[in-house]
C-alpha cells in the first residue's frame, strides 16, 4: 500500500514525515512501507510524523515497531487527557495542545511513541505542524545525537512554549477590561465576554495542568529511554507549564476581581440614578398632591372663590418645590 497517498479528513497527508537519523544527522528519507525497524541499530532511530492516521496507517506502524495495542487504541481514538504510560522498554504520551483561533482557543492533542530506535509523533485536532521541531533538531546535530529523549523534550518544549501566546492574548484582554472599569458601567455582552473568559481560562487548564505530572515523571523517575542528563531539559519544560499554570490562576483571580468590581460599580450607579429618581418623584409629589385636591370637583370649596387663590397655591408650590431641590441637591441626591 502506498501510505504516502492517504489523506485525512483535513485533505492532507496522513504521513507528514518519515526519516532515518544517525550521529545527530538525517541520512535518509524514506516511505513509510520502507521503514524497517532493524535499520534503527548503532545508535540510529526513526522520526515519523503522522496526522489523523487511518487504522491502517497505525497498524503499519504497530506492526514494524511492536506498539503496544493499548497505545494504539488511544492514538486512534484520540480525545485523551495529558498523561505518560510505560510499555516495557517503551513509553507513550498524550500532550495537548493549544492555539489561538476566532472566537477563541481551540485545542489538539498529540500522541508520541518513543522506544529504542523510534519516535513517533501522532497528531489529532488542530495543532501547529512539527516541522519547526524537526529543522530545529537538525541545526543542533549535537543535542540531536541524544536521540529519541532529545527528541521527546523538543517535542514537549515546543507544545509548552505555543502556551504562552493563548495567555498572553487573554492577559491583553484582562487588561483591557480592568481599565475600562472604572471608565464606565459594563454592558450585558461584556459582562457575558467577562463569564466567558473565565470559562475558557477552566477549560485552558484542565487541557495544561495534566501536564505537570507527565514532566515530573520525565524528570525524576527512571524511564526507558530517558537518560538521566537529559532529565535537567525536562524540568525546564516542567516549568514552563507550571509557569502558565500559576499564569492561568492569576488570571482567574483577576477575572474574578474584576467581574465583582464590575457588578459593584454596576449597583452604585443604580443606587445613584436611583436616588435621583427618588429626590424628582418627592418634588413632584406635592404639586400632583395640590392638584389633586383642587381636582375634586366640589362645589363648596371656599379658596376657589378667593381672589388671589391662583397665585397663592401657585406660589406655595414654587416655593415649597424650590425648598426640596435646594435640600435634595445639598444632600447629593439630584
Known sequence: MDF??????YGLPMVVASALYRNGARVADLKLEEVRYEAARDGAFFWIGLHEPSEAVLERVRNEFGLHPLAIEDAHKAHQ?????VYD???FLVVRTAQLSHPGIVYGETH???GKGYVITVRHGPSSSYGEVRRRCESD??????????????????VADHYFPVIDSIVDEVSEIESHIVDHCFTGQEIDRLYQLRRELNVFRRRVSPMLEVCRRLERLELPMIDP?????YRDVQ????????????LRDALASAYEAAMMISAARQNEVMKRLAGWAAILAFPTAIAGVYGMNFE??????WHYGYFTVLSTIAGVCGYLFYRFRKAGWI
Do not use: C, T, W
Request: proline residues 5%.
Open 4 to 9: 504516502e497517498s492517504l489523506k485525512n479528513e
Open 81 to 85: 487527557r495529558a498523561k505518560l504510560d
Open 89 to 91: 522498554d517503551a513509553i
Open 112 to 114: 508520541v511513541f518513543v
Open 141 to 158: 546535530p549535537r543535542m540531536l545525537r541524544h536521540g529519541e529523549d532529545y527528541i521527546l523534550y523538543a517535542l514537549l518544549d515546543f
Open 229 to 233: 542528563e537529559v532529565h535537567p531539559y
Open 239 to 250: 516549568d514552563h507549564v507550571m509557569q502558565v499554570n500559576e499564569s492561568i490562576d492569576s
Open 300 to 305: 363648596n370649596m371656599p379658596e376657589l372663590k
